[in-house]
């Protein structure tokens, strides 16, 4: 019954690349293989008769490269920041790819580029070289785009950007993105806080415009896998203490005796805990007096216990909503390994007496359990 316990995330049938995260230390450069890039070019001949330009646009996305010369700006900002982590010629974090592909994203969204080298010039050079250069190639397989950003000067930091490849040319059964990268990761988990990964998923899916959507370009939609990883990483950090059961037990500390008290009882073994407030404990006390609760038990959330024999399982008291059409409010849940009668039953047990002591004798009157 919980938000997230059946709801599939929205799959998208193109195949897609393998999208895990990359460590900060990670080099596009490593990745490149040129043999690829040029084994599957397949371009269709100038001797192409309708038929096959139909069946190249039921296989292909195809679109023009943008009027050139385009340019974009990078931030000071992120500049600064960048020059801090430069050694020698090169920039040691790969944020750089970050900041020039979102830049190159601005003129050609798209294409998925991925960069193969770079090149800075040290501060105080002499020399007339660029400040910045670096080259990059379109990540599907069947697509040609090459590019080259130039920035000249340090008081402007225009990029110049320079496409090769002639068009745009994506299989419509292929998907790509970059991989997140550097501070790009800080950011989503930032979001992710107060988000679940599904729906940051769709809102940035929904952001799309039209042709990037049929580009399969997807730089700027992570995939749920990812973001559900991000986001509990994050979550991770908030811990109070290094054992989970630890940080239940700090959490519950820190509430009790207050009204938005959930944390109602944490189980060491086998591991369990049990939540509710005494918000929902005044709506299972509405509701039970003229509705039907129900209990419900869902699997697959929480991920098995080392150590522990049996999956976890949600179990939730829920009640209808007071409110017509809205969705039913969990008002007790207990997760827990063990699924045994006595279990569930110190469960509801629990939740009973506490309903008891908050509502005295009209809970008396109100509310059964019968199992
Ligand atoms: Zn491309």
């Known amino acids: 019954m919980t938000d997230s316990a059946s709801c599939e995330p929205l799959l998208e049938v193109r195949q897609d690349t393998d999208n895990s995260l990359s460590s900060p230390n990670d080099n596009e450069s490593s990745s490149v293989d040129d043999s690829q890039e040029n084994t599957s ?12 330009k139909d069946e190249e646009k039921q296989k292909y996305f195809t679109h023009k490269l943008p009027e050139q010369p385009c340019f ?5 900002k992120e500049w600064r920041k960048l020059r801090k982590t ?29 960069f193969k080298r770079h090149s800075v010039k040290m501060i105080g050079s002499m ?7 670096c080259t990059g190639y379109c990540r599907f397989d069947d697509c040609q785009v090459k590019v080259n950003v130039k920035v000249e000067s340090e008081s402007s930091l225009k990029a110049v950007v320079c496409f090769q490849g002639g068009i745009v040319r994506h ?19 930032d979001t992710l806080s107060s988000k679940l990964p599904r729906t940051v998923y769709l809102q940035s899916l929904n952001k799309l415009e039209e042709t990037v959507l049929q580009s399969g370009c997807r730089d700027e939609v992570p995939t749920t896998g990812v973001l559900k990883t991000l986001s509990w990483g994050e979550r991770e950090k908030q811990r109070r203490h290094e ?47 003229e509705d039907i609760v129900y209990l419900d038990a869902t699997g697959s959330i929480v991920k098995k216990a080392k150590g522990e024999s049996t999956p976890f399982y949600i179990y939730e008291l829920v009640v209808r909503n ?50």
Not at 44 to 52: I, K
Not at 329 to 356: K, M, N, W
């Open 171 to 189: 299989s419509l059964q292929q998907l790509r993105r970059r991989p997140i990268r550097a501070e790009e990761r800080q950011l989503i988990a």
């Open 127 to 133: 020399t007339k070289k660029p400040l910045f250069t």
């Open 243 to 289: 054992n989970e059961m630890v940080s239940l037990q700090l959490m519950s500390e820190d509430v009790q005796d207050k009204d938005d008290q959930w944390i109602q009882k944490v189980i060491l073994q086998p591991k369990g805990v049990m939540l509710w407030s005494k918000r929902t404990i005044r709506l299972f006390h509405d509701r039970s007096k």
């Open 72 to 76: 974009f700006f990078i931030p000071h």
């Open 86 to 114: 430069q050694q020698k010629r090169q920039f040691k974090s790969l944020h750089w790819t970050n900041v020039i592909a979102k830049g190159i994203r601005s003129v050609h969204p798209h294409c998925s580029f991925g």
């Open 322 to 371: 007071p409110i017509k059409g809205c969705s039913p409010v969990p008002v007790a849940t207990y997760v827990t390994c063990e699924h045994t009668t006595a279990s569930i039953t110190y469960f509801l047990g629990s939740f009973i007496t506490d309903c008891q002591t908050t509502w005295a004798k009209n809970s008396q009157k109100t509310s059964y359990v019968t199992l």
């Open 41 to 52: 070019s397949g371009c269709s001949s100038s001797s192409t008769t309708s038929s096959t």
